[in-house]
C-alpha cells in the first residue's frame, strides 16, 4: 500500500487521514475538541476547484456515473417545475439533502486518492456503510429541514402568487409578471434562508463523518463554526456553487455530468482545508502541509 501523502489544502500542520482501508479512527472527546480551523484565504476556493479538477480527470469513469445521477436529479428537478411549480421548492430541497451524500461516493474517491489508493467505483458506493449511527442522524436534521423548507414554499406560494398558479407553459413569465414581485421577493427571501442553512450544517460536515466518524451533532457545529468563522469566504464558496451549477443546468441540465462530480470533489478540499485533526494516536507528528 503506498504512503499516505501529506495534504497540500491547509496552511498549517495538519493530520494526515487514516489509511482508508484500515479500521475508522474515531475521535475521543478529547481529540474532537482539539481540533482547529485553519487559517483560510481568498484563493482556496479556487484551489479547491483546480484539485476537484484533478481528481475527476484522476477517476473519470466513477465521477461519469456520478455525474448521470446528478443529471437525472436535474432532470426530474425540472419536470417538477414546469408541470407543478409550487413543489419545486419541496424537490430542490429535495435534492439539496439527496446531493451531498451522492457526494459521499466522490469524497472518499478524492480521499483514497489523497492517501495513495486506487479509487474504486464499488467502495465509493458503500463507503457509508460504516457511518450509518452518525449518518443517520444529520440525514434526520436534513430531513426535518427539507420538510420545513417545502412547507414553507407552499405557504409563499398560496399568500403571495398573485395571478393565478401558473400552468405548464409559461412558467418564468408568470412567475416574474410585475403582479407577483411580491412573491419573487418573499420566496427568494426564505428560500435564501433554508439554503444558507442547509449550506452551513453540510459544507463540511459530511465529509468529516466519513474522514473521522465523528458524531453528527459534532460535524454539524464544526461545519457551522467554519461557516461563521470564514463567512466572506465560505460565501464567495457557496456563491462559486452556486453559479456553476446554474450554469450547469443551462440547457437540459446536462452540464451537471461534469460539475456535479468537480464540485462533490473540490468539497472534500474544502473541509480538508478548512478543518485541522491533531495527530492520530501513534502517529507520531503530523508532515508539514505542502
Request: hydrophobic share 50%.
Amino acid at each position: 500500500m503506498a504512503a499516505p501523502l501529506p495534504h497540500p489544502d491547509v496552511h498549517g500542520p495538519a493530520a494526515t487521514p487514516a489509511p482508508v482501508d484500515a479500521p475508522v479512527h474515531h475521535p475521543d472527546s478529547a481529540e474532537a475538541d482539539s481540533l482547529t480551523l485553519a487559517p483560510l484565504h481568498w484563493a482556496d476556493p479556487l484551489r479547491w476547484l483546480q484539485r476537484g479538477a484533478q481528481d475527476v480527470v484522476a477517476a473519470p469513469g466513477i465521477a461519469l456515473f456520478y455525474g448521470l445521477c446528478f443529471w437525472g436529479m436535474a432532470l426530474v428537478l425540472g419536470w417538477v417545475f414546469r408541470s407543478s411549480p409550487e413543489y419545486t421548492m419541496s424537490i430542490a430541497s429535495g435534492c439539496l439533502l439527496v446531493g451531498p451524500f451522492m457526494a459521499m461516493g466522490l469524497y472518499d474517491v478524492s480521499r483514497r486518492r489523497e492517501a495513495g489508493l486506487r479509487p474504486e467505483l464499488g467502495l465509493s458506493i458503500t463507503c457509508w456503510d460504516r457511518h450509518l449511527g452518525s449518518m443517520a442522524m444529520l440525514v434526520l436534521v436534513m430531513i426535518v429541514l427539507e420538510l420545513l423548507w417545502g412547507r414553507a414554499s407552499l405557504v409563499v406560494f398560496a399568500v403571495f402568487f398573485n395571478t393565478g398558479m401558473p400552468s405548464t407553459t409559461g412558467v418564468i413569465d408568470a412567475i416574474f409578471n410585475p403582479d407577483n414581485w411580491e412573491f419573487v421577493a418573499v420566496y427568494t427571501v426564505v428560500g435564501g434562508v433554508f439554503a444558507s442553512l442547509v449550506y452551513s450544517i453540510a459544507v463540511v460536515s459530511i465529509p468529516m463523518i466519513l474522514d473521522r466518524d465523528t458524531d453528527a451533532i459534532t460535524a454539524a457545529i464544526t461545519s457551522l463554526r467554519v461557516v461563521f468563522t470564514h463567512t466572506g469566504i465560505m460565501l464567495f464558496w457557496g456563491a462559486l456553487i452556486t453559479a456553476l451549477v446554474v450554469a450547469a443546468l443551462w440547457p437540459w441540465g446536462a452540464g451537471i455530468v461534469l460539475v456535479g462530480p468537480w464540485l462533490g470533489h473540490a468539497s472534500w478540499h474544502a473541509y480538508r482545508g478548512a478543518v485541522h485533526w491533531p495527530p492520530a494516536p501513534g502517529s507520531g507528528t503530523a508532515p508539514p502541509a505542502g
